[in-house]
């Protein structure tokens, strides 16, 4: 679902969001449909693995960019609850699926669940282009309105003499020349890897997904190894999903509050070490109860992450720049997720002990928010540096006089109209008097 990321923000720049989501849940469909008549497990990798798994891959990302569209004043809280519907379903699936599997069994129950997710394309069907869009191209309207009269001249003057027509062989020898690298740079970019807050952002994150999803892996395990029962155990992820299902829209309005999101960074750094805190302090609870009380922590703080691991992204890099963002960090951030587990259960094997396991998540999340709140606290720093610079030149009265003379020298140039007037140019008594000044 992760690793596709950046070909699903190629997608949704060069075709936008409601396509791509439509294109995403017919695969996810095909996917799920298909695993029903499979015979083998390699078919069952191909169906349910790649294919329904790239389906999700073309739903998660644009759904998570359409929010940044169409939010920007509650955009924290749009978040939040956009991503309470994941808690939502992990309390129902789990009953449904046994559900299915007892009354169609399983090849009855991937047709249904095929069905079930073809409504994807009936939710990316209401993914309508907004806003910033629409302006955007009317601006462009306008601009390309403007700028006609300027290319018609331009181009009968080309017509006219033999040796204008070199630069528009040129042109088209460079778009030629281009290679696959800068068509690709057109869609996804690459420049973020020249931004300092989208990078802090990016080792913040692979490092803590090291730690991120092996907790809730090995949780039901840990509590059968201690010794309770196998549907007490499961329950302790029901109670982490209810927990999450209200953490998450919650924390999406505490971080809309004005005293939180001018430095949300600092919010979802001390949300990602709450986690980490939890993950070492797991080992005590010997009994049920306290895993009990360590599964409602541990919904809280998983919760907290999961609302604001998109929204810090987009108030580091802006709404626009987000489609690229996001795509880049879900690829690096796939190999950390897919080492996480194995890694814990290695531990497990290794020493005999879960503690090991909840330790060393907790150890490398607590370290993932500090880096993250030090670095994003330099960020901040130098961020306001940097603005108090910009502000200091733009009172600078002679950075101030330079850039009216070059507007006015601008708009004396785009005064004249018509090649007729071009000689009036190189006498600069007739120019005055034609410019009015």
């Known amino acids: 679902t992760l690793s596709p990321g950046p070909i699903s923000s190629i997608l949704v720049n060069r075709y936008g969001s ?149 630069p528009m ?31 802090i952002y990016l080792i913040g994150n692979v490092l803590m997904f090291l730690g991120f999803f092996a907790p809730i892996v090995f949780l039901a395990p840990y509590a059968k190894h201690i010794g309770i029962d196998e549907y007490s155990a499961a329950f302790l992820l029901s109670i982490l999903a209810i927990v999450d299902m209200i ?4 924390t999406g309005i505490i971080a809309n509050s004005k005293w939180v999101r001018p430095r949300i960074q600092y919010f979802f750094s001390f949300a990602i070490t709450f986690n980490g805190a939890c993950h070492l302090l797991c080992p005590l609870a010997s009994g049920y109860k306290g895993l009990v009380v360590y599964s409602v922590f541990f919904g809280l ?57 909840f330790i060393k998540c907790g150890a490398v999340m607590v370290l993932a928010g500090t880096f993250l709140f030090i670095m994003n606290y330099y960020n901040y720093r130098m961020l306001a540096k940097e603005e108090k610079e910009r502000k200091a030149k733009e009172e600078d009265p002679k950075s101030v006089r330079t850039e009216n003379e070059g507007r006015n020298n601008w708009n004396k140039e785009t005064i004249q109209d018509g090649p007729e007037l071009e000689p009036l140019r190189e006498e600069q008594g007739l120019k005055k008097e034609v410019n009015g000044t």
């Open 169 to 199: 062989e040129t042109k088209v020898e460079e778009e030629e020349g281009k290679d696959c690298c800068e068509k690709i740079n057109q869609y996804l970019d690459f420049s973020l890897f020249k931004h300092r807050g989208f990078l």
């Open 18 to 166: 409601r396509p791509v989501v439509m294109f995403g849940g017919l695969l996810c469909g095909v996917g799920m449909v298909s695993a029903a008549f499979c015979t083998s497990i390699l078919q069952l990798y191909i169906c349910v693995g790649f294919i329904t798994g790239f389906g999700l891959a073309l739903n998660l990302q644009p759904s998570v960019i359409i929010i940044g569209k169409y939010f920007l004043k509650r955009r924290p809280i749009a978040n939040g609850l956009a991503m309470a519907g994941s808690p939502v379903m992990l309390c129902t699936l789990a009953p449904l699926n046994q559900f299915l599997f007892d009354n169609f069994g399983w090849r009855g129950s991937f047709l249904i669940l095929g069905a079930i997710l073809l409504h994807c394309c009936v939710a990316g069907a209401l993914f309508r282009p907004i806003g910033a869009a629409t302006a955007s191209v009317k601006t462009q309207e306008t601009e390309e309105g403007k700028e006609t009269l300027k290319e018609e001249v331009t181009k009968d003057a080309m017509e006219t003499s033999s040796p204008t027509k070199v």
């Open 301 to 357: 703080a998983f919760g907290m992450v999961c609302a604001m691991l998109f929204e810090t992204l987009m108030d580091l890099v802006g709404a626009v720049r987000f489609t690229s963002a996001v795509g880049l960090v879900t690829i690096a951030e796939c190999c950390t997720i897919l080492l996480g587990p194995p890694i814990g259960g290695t531990l497990i094997d290794t020493f005999g002990d879960y503690k090991y396991m």
């Open 247 to 250: 953490a998450r829209p919650s």
